[in-house]
């Protein structure tokens, strides 16, 4: 087991989160980002199979079954063929972008918001994460809104559009800020949050000409989430393993004042875990340092991966038995007596040992270690996870963080962990924009310190 806290400062959020609720705002003009086509070469990033098919919907207070009677991305002619080179929308477009996006509510609160290009980022310890209006200067297809056509519908036709990006490296980032963002003057603000808000300042401040409005990195994810959750009604979604091709994944809309209470583990580079009661009322009840850059840093230690997506296809084409010690292993069968399967792994790398032994033993396979660093990384987040919600009586658990990436292996071990420990009480819940809450929180905050 990693290191795990458990600091139970309380945070004192300033202010709310816009309302949500509020009624339709007509005819209002916009300027939006102008944007290259050229720019984007980031892979997709969300599931295909969550994108394009029509998946069972179940209400996550009722447990009542409704079908999906809309796809979650615009039929642009494209949409039920998912993008395997998704490019970001254009400022204004005619075409439903490629990439994910969510289209931002018809409300008072969000008035503002469309009447200027609004920016907001995520600095991680390990990835920048963007998000950005735009704007459709066409009706969406029916079709596209999720049977929410009222609540979206402009008079004047047009859509604005929150758009998702991210980036490895924050030279790329103040680059694409620099080409898309054509629209902005001096003093303008971009919204930030996460260590790198601190970190870089004054290199995006400098480059880009802007100031720079801070949000503390739990509140943008508290923000973000109540707004996904709230929003967007196909946004979280469980994982069922056994279950048969799109059958997998089950939609979760929830009603939005049922939202609360919940546990939001987000796996990042290190992990934070917030008992959230209300869009303002929340804690961080604890972390760990066992979290994606974990994985990512002894997946890069141990096999010949060069970057994470191909340390997860190691992973998922991997067979951890050969380098985990099994029950089996050690009792020769299950025991019993504690009800612990044959196959459960009991020492994770255990196989890999070598003290005492020749060095010329066969080495173990990269595809295995990666698979066995996974599950290892991913149990033990799924029992502090299962700890967590027991401890705070809670009944669904929200996954976020880019750790997730809607990988296969990944959601099956949190969600097996959180049901096997829990008996099926507590539910282990995923999100489209999993990697995005703080940034989305951050666009969202109207409150955020100035920094100049
Ligand atoms: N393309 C990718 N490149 C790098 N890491 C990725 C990628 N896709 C997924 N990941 C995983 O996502 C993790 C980073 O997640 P995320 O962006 O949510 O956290 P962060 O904001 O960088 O970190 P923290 O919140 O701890 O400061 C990485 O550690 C890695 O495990
Ligand atoms: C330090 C942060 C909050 C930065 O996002 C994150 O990486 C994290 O929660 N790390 C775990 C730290 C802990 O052990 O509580």
Same mark, same amino acid.
């Given at each position: 087991?990693?290191?795990?806290?458990?600091?139970?400062?309380?945070?004192?959020?300033?202010? &709310?989160?816009?309302? *949500?609720?509020?009624?339709?705002?007509?005819?209002?003009?916009?300027?939006?980002?102008?944007?290259?086509?050229?720019?984007?070469?980031?892979?997709?990033?969300?599931?295909?199979?969550?994108?394009?098919?029509?998946?069972?919907?179940?209400?996550?207070?009722?447990?009542?079954?409704?079908?999906?009677?809309?796809?979650?991305?615009?039929?642009?002619?494209?949409?039920?063929? #998912?993008?395997?080179? #998704?490019? #970001?929308?254009?400022?204004?477009?005619?075409?439903? #972008?490629?990439?994910?996006?969510?289209? /931002?509510?018809?409300?008072?609160? %969000?008035?503002?918001?469309?009447?200027?290009?609004?920016?907001?980022?995520?600095?991680?310890?390990?990835?920048?994460?963007?998000? +950005? &209006?735009?704007?459709?200067?066409?009706? *969406?297809?029916?079709?596209?809104?999720?049977?929410?056509?009222?609540?979206?519908?402009?008079?004047?036709?047009?859509?604005?559009?929150?758009? %998702?990006?991210?980036?490895?490296?924050?030279?790329?980032?103040?680059?694409? /800020?620099?080409?898309?963002?054509?629209?902005?003057?001096?003093?303008? $603000?971009?919204?930030?949050?996460?260590?790198?808000?601190?970190?870089?300042?004054?290199?995006?401040?400098?480059?880009?000409?802007?100031?720079?409005?801070?949000?503390?990195?739990?509140?943008?994810?508290?923000? @973000?989430?109540? %707004? !996904?959750?709230?929003?967007?009604?196909?946004?979280?979604?469980?994982?069922?393993?056994?279950?048969?091709?799109?059958?997998?994944?089950?939609?979760?809309?929830?009603?939005?004042?049922?939202?609360?209470?919940?546990?939001? $583990?987000?796996?990042?580079?290190?992990?934070?875990?917030?008992?959230?009661?209300?869009?303002?009322?929340?804690?961080? $009840?604890?972390?760990?340092?066992?979290? @994606?850059?974990?994985?990512?840093?002894?997946? &890069?230690?141990?096999?010949?991966?060069?970057?994470?997506?191909?340390?997860?296809?190691?992973?998922?084409? =991997?067979?951890?038995?050969?380098?985990?010690? !099994?029950?089996?292993?050690?009792?020769?069968?299950?025991?019993?007596?504690?009800?612990?399967?044959?196959?459960?792994?009991?020492?994770?790398?255990?196989?890999?040992?070598?003290?005492?032994?020749?060095?010329?033993?066969?080495?173990?396979?990269?595809?295995?270690?990666?698979?066995?660093? *996974?599950?290892?990384? &991913?149990?033990?987040?799924?029992?502090?996870? +299962?700890?967590? =919600?027991?401890? +705070?009586?809670?009944?669904?658990?929200?996954?976020?963080?880019?750790?997730?990436?809607?990988?296969?292996?990944?959601?099956?071990?949190?969600?097996?962990?959180?049901?096997?420990?829990?008996?099926?009480?507590?539910?282990?819940?995923? /999100?489209?924009?999993?990697?995005? !809450?703080?940034?989305?929180?951050?666009? *969202?905050?109207?409150?955020?310190?100035?920094?100049?």
């Amino acid at each position: 087991m990693g290191h795990t806290s458990t600091s139970s400062r309380r945070i004192s959020p300033r202010g &709310s989160p816009p309302n *949500l609720r509020r009624p339709l705002i007509k005819n209002r003009k916009i300027s939006v980002l102008k944007e290259k086509r050229a720019v984007a070469t980031e892979e997709p990033v969300m599931d295909d199979l969550l994108l394009s098919s029509k998946l069972k919907r179940v209400d996550s207070a009722t447990g009542s079954v409704s079908p999906r009677t809309a796809s979650a991305l615009p039929a642009d002619g494209t949409s039920t063929a #998912p993008p395997t080179v #998704p490019v #970001p929308p254009p400022a204004t477009t005619k075409k439903a #972008p490629k990439t994910p996006y969510v289209i /931002l509510p018809a409300c008072d609160a %969000f008035n503002k918001f469309t009447k200027t290009s609004r920016v907001a980022v995520d600095i991680g310890g390990t990835l920048i994460k963007v998000v +950005y &209006s735009s704007v459709m200067d066409e009706e *969406l297809p029916e079709e596209s809104l999720n049977g929410h056509t009222q609540k979206y519908a402009y008079e004047d036709g047009k859509r604005v559009l929150v758009n %998702f990006k991210k980036f490895t490296d924050l030279d790329r980032f103040i680059n694409f /800020l620099r080409e898309v963002w054509t629209d902005r003057q001096p003093g303008d $603000v971009i919204h930030c949050t996460g260590g790198g808000s601190y970190k870089y300042s004054e290199i995006i401040m400098k480059e880009l000409g802007v100031r720079l409005q801070r949000t503390d990195e739990m509140r943008s994810l508290i923000f @973000g989430v109540n %707004f !996904l959750l709230s929003t967007n009604v196909d946004e979280s979604f469980t994982y069922h393993h056994d279950a048969i091709g799109r059958n997998k994944f089950q939609y979760r809309p929830i009603a939005a004042d049922l939202i609360y209470p919940f546990l939001l $583990v987000n796996i990042g580079t290190g992990i934070s875990i917030l008992k959230v009661d209300s869009p303002t009322s929340y804690e961080r $009840v604890g972390g760990s340092s066992m979290g @994606g850059g974990t994985f990512m840093g002894l997946g &890069s230690l141990l096999t010949p991966a060069q970057n994470f997506d191909e340390l997860l296809d190691m992973a998922n084409r =991997g067979d951890h038995r050969n380098v985990d010690k !099994l029950v089996c292993d050690i009792y020769g069968g299950a025991y019993d007596e504690l009800n612990l399967k044959a196959d459960l792994i009991a020492g994770s790398m255990a196989k890999c040992n070598r003290f005492g032994e020749t060095p010329q033993k066969q080495p173990h396979k990269p595809e295995d270690i990666a698979k066995s660093l *996974l599950l290892m990384v &991913s149990n033990n987040i799924g029992q502090m996870a +299962y700890l967590y =919600g027991t401890r +705070y009586n809670l009944k669904r658990i929200y996954f976020g963080g880019y750790f997730i990436r809607q990988d296969p292996i990944t959601m099956r071990t949190l969600s097996f962990a959180i049901n096997y420990w829990s008996r099926g009480e507590i539910e282990a819940l995923y /999100l489209k924009h999993e990697g995005y !809450l703080g940034a989305m929180g951050s666009f *969202l905050d109207e409150d955020g310190k100035m920094d100049e």
